[in-house]
């Protein structure tokens, strides 16, 4: 039953907070603009339900010239490429605003698993085990909550995995608090590749 109102709760929240957060979008997208050459937005593809790719929107934190299709956290030197406002955008979160558009539309969820790199195969295929691929990608999620980027994928794939068969608003609720609190710890965040990844 919740499933089938999910996505007007999404819609809804997703265009409330567009709309409440649009002064503030406006601060950063000209602070992004004033202080590093290129794009406001950075836009990438992504994975979404049943697999399908899609462009995900974020405020740009790094340099136009750093690499554009890996993850951050596996990137070597990722310090050297973030920008001054990009570094407190990457720790509060809110490089990840515009997304509010891509849940707008429908490509993503409020909460979901984060949407997996298109050529980050073996997330992926660690998804399909468990049908994580087969929800929308959220823009916060159980395995967002439970350790970001220092999850192994395995770990993280499970998380995504639990989250998906027991969908409920409670889990939804409870999920949006953590993160609200998470996000004010700056927990989970890793800059560039470590050689105790997996």
Do not use: C
């Not at 649009?22 to 339900?49: E, W």
């Not at 929800?135 to 439970?146: C, F, K, N």
């Amino acid at each position: 039953m919740y499933l089938r109102i999910k996505r007007l709760l999404d819609f809804a929240l997703s265009l409330f907070a567009l709309i409440v957060l649009s002064p503030l979008m406006l601060l950063l997208a000209l602070a992004v603009k004033l202080t590093s050459p290129g794009p406001v937005l950075f836009r990438q593809r992504r994975v979404g339900i049943h697999k399908r790719h899609f462009t995900i929107y974020k405020f740009r934190t790094m340099r136009a010239d750093a690499p554009k299709n890996m993850a951050t956290h596996l990137l070597n030197n990722a310090e050297s490429y973030i920008t001054p406002v990009g570094r407190f955008l990457r720790k509060s979160s809110l490089d990840e605003l515009p997304q509010l558009l891509n849940i707008l539309r429908g490509d993503m969820a409020v909460v979901g698993p984060r949407p997996a790199l298109y050529n980050q195969y073996d997330l992926i295929a660690e998804r399909d085990k468990y049908g994580a691929n087969d929800v929308l990608p959220g823009l916060t999620g159980l395995a967002q909550v439970e350790g970001r980027d220092e999850l192994p994928i395995p770990v993280k794939a499970k998380y995504d995995g639990y989250y998906a068969s027991h969908i409920s608003f409670g889990m939804d609720v409870k999920l949006i608090v953590r993160t609200f609190f998470s996000v004010l710890r700056s927990e989970g965040v890793v800059e560039g590749a470590r050689e105790d990844k997996r």
